[in-house]
């Protein structure tokens, strides 16, 4: 029998996710600017709801990125040291992926999705993934961060229909792309740790100490971009 815990705070929800061969528990809720104070109660609030331990847990998984890069930190950092303290492996789900994991399962009419959230400064991050014959996703192309308008050039050719979900669609710029998106969906820990599971079964592990947040965005130029738009006017 197989566990694995999953935590997601890559945007403005808080979600946790457990994984027992197969089933899957999440609790979710809106916590913008609040990950601090909700994450670890969150995960003791479901290790208590399913009569779980950290101890009975194989792995731990996070959705790493990219996305809100505070809240990116909070949940590493969280992941991190619950693993170190409880000598468990860590499995990185990119966020993006995730996503696009949760578009497919919803249109079973399509098996390609083009995730993408607001990356702020006027650009997305974004990527495309396809779920193969064998059930599994393959990135066809990023992650990347690019202006929305650049999206439809950068856009592999045979990627034929998609769907596209994340708060990147809510631009009219990336509107342009698809008919059919979900504005409205967020990252959550559910898909996180499904996807987790099936790389924890391949022995895609992680070191705690080696794991890291996918930013994509280079984090000097978006310091550097900070400092600009702060600056006062001459």
Not at 56 to 72: K, N, Q
Not at 73 to 99: C, H, N, W, Y
Not at 153 to 171: R, S, Y
Request: net charge negative; proline share 5%.
């Amino acid at each position: 029998m197989s566990k694995l815990l999953a935590l997601d705070t890559s945007g403005d929800a808080c979600s946790v996710a457990l994984w027992h061969d197969g089933h899957i528990i999440e609790n979710f809720e809106m916590a913008a600017q609040s990950h601090t104070q909700r994450a670890l109660p969150m995960i003791d609030e479901l290790l208590s709801q399913t009569n779980t331990s950290l101890e009975d847990v194989d792995a731990l998984a996070i959705g790493a990125g990219p996305g809100s890069f505070t809240g990116l930190r909070i949940g590493m950092g969280v992941v991190q040291g619950l693993a170190f303290a409880s000598d468990k492996p860590v499995v990185p789900v990119g966020t993006l992926e995730a996503l696009a994991w949760q578009a497919l399962q919803a249109n079973h009419n399509v098996r390609t999705a083009l995730p993408a959230l607001d990356a702020r400064m006027g650009e997305v991050y974004w990527g495309v993934y396809q779920l193969g014959e064998d059930g599994k996703l393959q990135e066809l192309c990023g992650p990347a961060a690019n202006a929305p308008e650049m999206v439809t050039e950068l856009l592999p050719t045979d990627c034929g229909a998609f769907v596209g979900i994340g708060g990147g669609w809510a631009l009219p710029a990336l509107q342009k792309c698809s008919a059919e998106f979900d504005a409205q969906a967020l990252p959550r820990a559910a898909a996180v740790v499904e996807l987790a599971a099936r790389y924890w079964r391949e022995g895609k592990l992680h070191d705690v100490m080696a794991v890291q947040p996918s930013y994509v965005r280079d984090t000097v130029s978006w310091k550097k971009r900070e400092r600009i738009r702060s600056a006062p006017t001459q």
